[in-house]
């Protein structure tokens, strides 16, 4: 079955350092999408892509960058992590366009969930 | 893209209609009415969307107004696995893209 998964699950990191989340789909979707979702709040867009080398910002996209280099991959790399980016990630990837049936379906992984100390 | 207004939380009895509202008044014809919900710490899932017309499947309804500016998801016998946060959202059919937001939280009590 297709299927949309994120590593790692959990990760503790320190301040300073390059962390890298791993997002994998094998639906061949062109959408992907990174969200974060904080205690006892809804999810904010991170980063989105609509195809292979396209990348757009989303709500919070500071500290953050994306690259697609192929269709079934998003990682997403905060380049020096800080405390305020321990959250829960969430990847998401969706059928491109709501032609053809499509319910344009967001499919979400399970999670990263990333410590900063 | 638009924004929608729901309450922050919502109880129900096991067993009855759970009537979930939201208002996004500011949405544009080429915008979507999306409904996921979250269940603990899950990814959010899939509930329904609609444009104008109401919707069925075999998880809800969803009844939007002739001026399109509300929506109401109905879960029609609500069980304790509904309890979550639902999240209503609108989306372009050019972008695709979700921007969640606070969501109303659904306690289904027996």
């Known amino acids: 079955d297709a299927e949309i998964t994120q590593s790692p699950r959990h990760k503790i990191t320190e301040t300073g350092r390059q962390v890298t989340l791993a997002c994998h789909q094998t639906?061949?979707?062109?959408?992907m999408f990174w969200y974060r979702q904080d205690l006892g709040h809804g999810l904010r867009l991170i980063h989105y892509s609509y195809g292979v080398h396209d990348t757009n910002k989303g709500e919070v996209s500071d500290g953050y960058s994306v690259s697609r280099s192929n269709t079934e991959d998003l990682p997403l790399t905060l380049e020096s992590a800080a405390s305020s980016q321990t959250s829960v990630y969430f990847c998401?990837?969706?059928?491109?366009?709501?032609?053809?049936?499509?319910?344009?379906?967001?499919?979400f992984g399970e999670g990263s969930r990333l410590t900063v100390l | 893209d638009a924004k929608t207004t729901q309450p922050p939380s919502m109880d129900c009895a096991e067993g009855r209609a759970a009537n979930l509202p939201c208002n996004h008044s500011?949405?544009?014809?080429?915008?979507?009415v999306y409904w996921y919900r979250q269940i603990h710490s899950q990814g959010p899932q899939y509930i329904i969307h609609?444009?104008?017309n109401n919707e069925t499947n075999e998880m809800a309804s969803l009844i939007i107004t002739e001026d399109r500016k509300s929506s109401t998801l109905i879960l029609p016998h609500a069980t304790l696995r509904d309890t979550a946060v639902y999240y209503c959202i609108v989306v372009s059919s050019n972008t695709g893209k979700l921007i969640f937001g606070q969501g109303t939280t659904l306690q289904v009590k027996p």
């Open positions: 500011t949405i544009s014809g080429n915008e979507y």
């Open positions: 609609g444009l104008k």
């Open positions: 639906w061949n979707h062109n959408n």
């Open positions: 998401a990837s969706s059928d491109l366009g709501l032609a053809n049936g499509n319910t344009g379906e967001l499919f």
